[in-house]
């Protein structure tokens, strides 16, 4: 059996953690830029517990608050080279997954002078300014993972992954998801069921990163079965501790058709992530289930739930993607499915036909 596993991030959870860890932030440097969206942050209370360390820690900071979800590179880009004018010694990046992706971006930028495709090319002079997360979301799993999924030039959506974007630390506070709503909570929580339920399934699935997986559905499933509106501090608590156990198992195996196929519809049609991944997690799930028989069955047995009750449960938990797509635009995805490795990575072979076809079946346009 081969396992290949690093989590190198320094994970604090925990009810107050940012205030009470903050101190942790001084060995660091002095000056960091922050790096957030336009509200999450700010109603969540994170981004005022994050000042009041920053002050007292005497760590000055500027903040660039234009991270929209689907985040670009060219936003990226921008903040990185304030980061530079103002010799920032670490990002800070504060909100759910676009705001920690983009962090991550922010963080080559602000060490390298690089254009969008120096980014993609890996080919990095100094290593990436230190990026520190706080999580707003229950869902991405950023907190922990090597991967930034940005939007490029071209609209597409296309991933940095390696090492050197670790973050160094990030702190999880469940009370900060309390102020989203339940339409994005929900897309978030289906966001990390699908990375556990893809990662579980997933070609590259070992003895650890199927551990993580199953902690998270064990989680996650009671929990979205009762309905995830009207949670409670507890609930809440969980949710948060599934998305972080869902970023462990991806980190390990990366994400399998659903992911792939969800960053179309984001791209396309402007849906919000989770939702956008988790309208393929049925058809994955009953994929799953006729080309990894023997997973399915374990993973029945470790979670409590059959494949059927989990597809109720994904059913009744994703916020309705309603849209209908041209069979002529289903076409023409066709070449953007060769060689994609979300779908390489799916158990059976998962081919840019059976892409197509599962489109045709979705969304088609009558
Ligand atoms: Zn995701």
Redesign the pocket.
């Known amino acids: 059996m081969n396992i290949n596993f690093f989590a190198p991030t320094k994970m604090i959870i925990g009810s107050g953690c940012v205030l009470t860890g903050g101190k942790l932030l001084s060995s660091l440097g002095k000056r960091c830029l922050i790096v957030t969206g336009k509200s999450s942050a700010k109603a969540s209370g994170a981004l005022d517990d994050a000042l009041s360390v920053l002050e007292e820690q005497n760590i000055a900071y500027d903040i660039f608050d234009s991270i929209r979800q689907n985040p670009t590179v060219s936003s990226c880009k921008e903040a990185g080279e304030i980061a530079k004018s103002i010799n920032a010694d670490f990002i800070l990046g504060i909100g759910g997954?676009s705001a920690l992706d983009a962090a991550k971006a922010v963080a080559v930028f602000a060490a390298n002078d690089l254009d969008e495709s120096g980014l993609y090319s890996y080919n990095w002079e100094k290593a990436p300014l230190p990026v520190v997360c706080i999580g707003t979301t229950a869902?991405?799993?950023s907190e922990v993972t090597p991967v930034s999924v940005l939007t490029a030039s071209d609209n597409r959506k296309k991933s940095i992954r390696d090492d050197r974007i670790y973050p160094v630390l990030s702190f999880g506070d469940a009370k900060y998801t309390a102020s989203l709503s339940d339409f994005f909570t929900r897309s978030c929580a289906v966001?990390a069921l699908?990375?556990s339920i893809e990662s579980y399934f997933s070609k590259s699935a070992n003895d650890v990163s199927r551990m993580f997986a199953i902690r998270s559905c064990e989680l996650l499933l009671p929990l979205l079965e009762k309905g995830a509106e009207n949670l409670t501090s507890q609930d809440r608590d969980s949710l948060y501790l599934a998305s972080v156990y869902a970023g462990y198992a991806i980190s390990v195996t990366g994400?399998a058709f659903p992911?792939a196929m969800?960053y179309f519809l984001s791209e396309s049609y402007d849906i919000p992530?989770?939702s956008a991944?988790a309208v393929f997690l049925s058809d994955f799930l009953l994929w799953s289930q006729r080309f990894a028989a023997d997973d399915a069955k374990n993973f029945s047995i470790k979670t409590g739930y059959d494949i059927e009750e989990v597809i109720n449960i994904v059913k009744k938990t994703t916020p309705t993607v309603d849209i209908r797509i041209a069979d002529s635009d289903i076409d023409a995805l066709y070449p953007r499915w060769i060689d994609n490795k979300g779908l390489l990575r799916s158990p059976g072979s998962f081919l840019p036909d059976d892409a197509n076809a599962l489109l045709i079946k979705l969304f088609k346009h009558y």
Do not use: E
Request: glycine letters at 38%; proline letters at 0%; one cysteine or more.
């Open positions: 997954g869902g991405t799993g966001d699908s990375h994400t992911h969800g992530h989770g991944c």
